[in-house]
């Protein structure tokens, strides 16, 4: 006992007793690496600052001419009942140390409109890689939606069928993620919102900003919010997103399926509906 009560410091750093000489060379020491990484923008929390700036940061939405959607468009994933939109976010303790979004990255439904690296996909067919930019998307092809370069690290919108493993955490349904690996996973197809036309319209080109069901080619299963359910995100509390078809009475896809996808302005479209 008495050789602990030794090595407590029982007076002020300005008094000298001891090593006063190396402790006052370690304080300077530690503030000056402290100023310098604060110089360097090196500081944990100017990282997660860093990060949520870039990922929020506005992002242009193009409004093709004719009115269809095409490879290479940079689109948002509009769910038209609550009026949000499909979103990637990290755990905070995973951004601490991201510059980017990182594989495997969650997905939630968030009701801020402003389209951002977090929120917008560009359009690709992956039953055809080598599809030049500008080509017309149609029904029955399969496409996927892959994040932004740069900070939305080039990640692919995907799911598979729910296990006892791995689900969603609330409904255990399909859980929906970002990969960076392209794999039938993360193939999807637009289908017409109206039933009876879907024959016909099979091979015509998938307007934008027109209500569509966007579904998953391996499970079959449409893109689902779940508005009764909202898990904590570092951006604050948004809809659990999963894939399930989910019918109303007269065997039609329910308003939870209802999707846009969106070019041009966002928040303007939002307000309209």
């Known amino acids: 006992n008495a050789v602990a009560k030794m090595s407590v410091r029982t007076y002020s750093p300005s008094v000298r007793v001891g090593n006063w000489n190396e402790d006052l060379c370690l304080e300077e020491e530690q503030l000056k690496d402290f100023l310098e990484k604060q110089e360097k923008g090196e500081l944990q ?18 409004n093709p001419s004719d009115g269809y959607l095409h490879v290479g468009d940079a689109v948002c994933l509009l769910h038209v009942p609550s009026k949000s939109v499909v979103a990637a976010y990290m755990s905070a303790g995973r951004a ?28 690709g067919r992956y039953d ?17 939606f892959t994040t932004l370069p740069d900070e939305g690290g080039q990640l692919n919108l995907q799911t598979d069928r729910a296990t006892f493993m791995k689900h969603s955490h609330y409904t255990r349904e399909q859980e929906i993620t970002l990969q960076d690996e392209v ?3 993360s193939a ?45 995100t570092p951006y604050g509390r948004e809809y659990e997103v999963t894939a399930c078809t989910k019918y109303d009475i007269h065997k039609a896809e329910d308003p939870m399926n209802h999707f846009m996808v969106v070019t041009g302005d966002l928040e303007k479209m939002a307000v309209a509906l």
Do not use: M
């Open 45 to 62: 929390i100017q990282k997660t600052h860093n990060l949520l700036k870039t990922i929020l940061r506005k992002v242009e939405l193009p």
């Open 128 to 144: 055809k890689p080598d599809a030049a930019a500008g080509e017309v998307i149609c029904y029955g092809q399969q496409i996927t």
């Open 188 to 232: 999807w197809n637009i289908l017409c919102f109206n039933q009876e036309d879907r024959l016909e319209t099979e091979g015509t080109p998938v307007p934008v900003n027109k209500k569509v069901f966007i579904n998953h080619c391996k499970t079959n299963q449409d893109l689902a919010v779940h508005t009764d359910f909202c898990p904590r």
């Open 96 to 123: 601490h140390e991201a510059t980017k979004l990182i594989s495997p990255c969650s997905v939630a439904c968030s009701r801020k409109l402003h389209p951002c690296p977090r929120n917008v996909f560009i359009v």
């Open 183 to 185: 794999t039938y996973n």
